[in-house]
């Protein structure tokens, strides 16, 4: 198999963190105890130089990723090997006692769900006698390219279009890095890649793109939504950031390291809720510019529902928001 993709087995918190097993989780259901940030910087952000870091946007949606599929550029989704009912239910034993229970091994032949023959692992997924190691919460990150004809990535389809090679973009506009555009851009240009898909059915849309008539779903390069007046990576500074900044009204932080490493920080480590009110994307304007033939007027519902032909219906159009883009029916 080849190991390809950028997702890590898990990006560190900057903080070092504690669990607290008299809370449930704020981010993962099923999970009984809160993961939190100490006041501690990690000592892997420091050595990563944190300090000097770029500061990016976490967004809250699903990851995405491009490379080659049968010869051709293709958008793949993310999708993990979870282990198996019963190895799940023994793992979170495991996790339950693990102060007092000695160490876990998982036999990933036995223990983990089978996945589509096109599965391939992230490429940072570590290997022990040619086999993929599950990470802390007992997954294996991978990828499948996005078949149209699977319902479950339906709104993975709708951002592409294979025939073209094209996808639909969300990025800070050239000539203006306040304003937002949404673009057509040909898939070679994202090569090897990671995005991440957000929109109307996605986490439960905290930027209230689109409607459930007119749904609609961009992807966004990781990285390319920069934190301008990045707070000092120091934790009452960071939580009064969050709290007071109109910029910090973001799930999080994703500071790109020397070393192409990464360390994070979401609300949730700091106790903070997540959506909370408005969310700093929506403050920023939005042109779209997808060129595509106009739609006839009698054309037909299905060909209205394709999210390239419905927004080259708006390109030049200039919104206040993202989240006031509305699509026809």
Request: glycine share 6%; net charge neutral; with cysteine.
């Amino acid at each position: 198999m080849r190991r390809l993709g950028s997702v890590q087995q898990k990006i560190p918190c900057v903080f070092l963190t504690e669990v607290r097993e008299e809370e449930a989780s704020r981010k993962r259901d099923g999970q009984n105890f809160q993961v939190v940030a100490t006041e501690t910087v990690n000592p892997v952000a420091l050595e990563s130089d944190v300090h000097h870091a770029l500061a990016t946007e976490k967004l809250d949606g699903t990851c995405c990723y491009v490379t080659p599929y049968r010869g051709e550029v293709y958008l793949w989704a993310r999708l993990d090997r979870k282990p198996t009912k019963q190895a799940d239910k023994r793992f979170k034993k495991y996790q339950y006692c693990q102060k007092t229970c000695k160490g876990f091994t998982w036999n990933v032949e036995e223990d983990f769900r089978s996945v589509p023959e096109s599965w391939i692992p992230a490429r940072r997924v570590q290997y022990e006698s040619g086999h993929p190691v599950p990470d802390e919460h007992g997954h294996i990150p991978g990828w499948v390219p996005v078949d149209t004809s699977n319902k479950q990535y339906c709104w993975h389809a709708s951002v592409v279009d294979h025939d073209a090679r094209e996808a639909l973009v969300l990025r800070p506009s050239g000539e203006d890095q306040d304003l937002l555009e949404i673009v057509s851009v040909p898939l070679s240009e994202l090569m090897e890649q990671t995005l991440e898909l957000i929109g109307t059915n996605v986490n439960g849309n905290p930027y209230g793109l689109g409607s459930k008539k007119s749904p609609l779903h961009v992807l966004v390069p990781h990285g390319i939504l920069r934190v301008r007046n990045a707070p000092v990576v120091e934790y009452h500074q960071l939580r009064s950031w969050f709290l007071e900044s109109d910029e910090g009204r973001v799930e999080g932080i994703v500071w790109h390291c020397k070393g192409s490493s990464l360390v994070k920080v979401h609300r949730h480590h700091l106790g903070l809720k997540w959506p909370a009110g408005d969310t700093f994307l929506n403050s920023r304007p939005v042109v779209v510019h997808v060129d595509r033939v106009p739609l006839d007027p009698d054309a037909s519902p299905e060909s209205r529902r394709n999210l390239f032909a419905a927004l080259s219906v708006l390109t030049g159009h200039r919104f206040s928001s993202a989240r006031d883009i509305r699509l026809e029916a």
